[in-house]
């Protein structure tokens, strides 16, 4: 099984940023989009940023302009570049990736990392 580990996250103050990172496993030789999910205490997981292999992005309604999702096909990894955070971006934010291929040849439809919490706070 594929397996995504996400990093980068902590607490941060009103109106700071933050770089979320996640890598994927070294047995995992594509995928055909990666994300970011966010999920807050007590709401549903909602999208947060979707990227295909070849750069397209989707933004989810609450971060447009604030941040950005990029990813590097060379080593798996998707990245989270967060600024003018709000309280309301607390949450624990998970890497997913769809579409993937494993180097055994078995495909997953989705693989998602543990979570990384952010909490944005005074």
């Known amino acids: 099984q594929v397996q995504l580990v996400e990093s980068g996250g902590g607490l941060v103050q009103p109106g700071g940023f933050l770089n979320l990172s996640c890598a994927a496993s070294q047995n995992m030789l594509s995928a055909n989009s990666m994300a970011w999910y966010r999920q807050a205490p007590g709401k549903e997981r909602e999208l947060v940023a979707y990227i295909t292999s070849g750069g397209g992005t989707i933004y989810g309604q609450p971060v447009p302009g604030r941040f950005t999702i990029s990813r590097d096909n060379a080593k798996n990894a998707v990245y989270l570049a967060m600024s003018s955070l709000k309280p309301e971006d607390t949450a624990v934010y998970y890497c997913?990736?769809?579409?993937?291929?494993?180097?055994?040849?078995?495909?997953?439809?989705?693989?998602w990392g543990q979570g990384t919490l952010v909490t944005v706070s005074s």
């Open positions: 997913a990736a769809f579409g993937v291929t494993a180097a055994s040849g078995a495909t997953y439809r989705s693989s």
